[in-house]
């Protein structure tokens, strides 16, 4: 069964300096990876996500996330902080195997402050 | 132009109640999904239909009853509400034969408070 770990469920950040939210994960066959963001009382927004090619791949509002096979990792980085990153975030995978999304699990969430 | 929908975004019933909540997406996607969001933050699924399928049915109580009449809808309905059921209850939606990566799109919940 899929698993995902987000090891932090804390990170804090100066505005305009880099962050890194990380994500390790689980998963019997190719993994598909995703990240999420939530806002205060709002729902999941999809920012990125990893299916296969180039490692490192690109999402909304600046974001990237580096996928690492051989450490099982999946980490979302952004160059420079904004105050308005401040958020939770999900990380999430699914075999590549699963059809329906049955499979499709969530981690923990890492609630980012990013501080003026 | 909203793509996924959810009502009501608020919800506050008695103990016992009986209560619905309606999901609609207009993305032309044929899966969708309810997930429970509990107080720590913890993201767990529900259901999944395909199709106006029953994909999953995690081990939730039979309580709660999804209902799909089309592709675009999937609606809960909630017997007898407990105190546990308070939570925030996501639907969301996705292609569901892994196009591109079967991303999923999320509503903006519904925040169920049972007194």
């Known amino acids: 069964a899929q698993s995902v770990a987000q090891p932090e469920d804390q990170v804090n950040v100066a505005e305009g300096n880099p962050l890194t939210v990380k994500c390790t994960y689980s998963v019997s066959g190719n993994p598909y990876l995703f990240w999420y963001v939530q806002y205060p009382n709002r729902g999941l927004q999809f920012l990125l996500k990893?299916?296969?090619?180039?490692?490192l791949v690109k999402g909304s509002y600046g974001f990237e996330a580096e996928f690492n096979k051989s450490q099982t990792s999946f980490h979302l980085k952004k160059p420079s902080a904004l105050v308005s990153d401040s958020a939770l975030y999900f990380c999430a995978v699914r075999d590549w195997r699963d059809n329906y999304g049955q499979n499709f699990v969530f981690g923990p969430g890492t609630r980012l402050s990013v501080l003026p | 132009d909203t793509a996924v929908s959810q009502t009501p975004k608020y919800l506050v019933t008695q103990m016992g109640n009986d209560k619905s909540i309606k999901c609609e997406q207009n993305?032309?996607?044929?899966?969708m999904y309810w997930y429970k969001q509990d107080s720590k933050k913890f993201l767990k699924i529900m259901f999944s239909?395909?199709?106006?399928?029953?994909?999953i049915n995690e081990t939730v109580p039979n309580r709660f009853s999804p209902k799909s009449p089309d592709k675009a809808h999937l609606n809960l309905h909630i017997n007898s509400l407990e105190l546990g059921d308070s939570a925030v209850y996501f639907c969301?939606?996705?292609?569901?034969?892994?196009?591109?990566?079967?991303?999923?799109?999320f509503g903006p919940g519904t925040r169920l408070t049972v007194l």
């Open positions: 993305l032309g996607h044929d899966t």
């Open positions: 239909y395909n199709n106006k399928e029953l994909i």
């Open positions: 990893y299916i296969t090619g180039d490692n």
């Open positions: 969301a939606s996705s292609l569901g034969r892994l196009a591109g990566g079967g991303e999923q799109f």
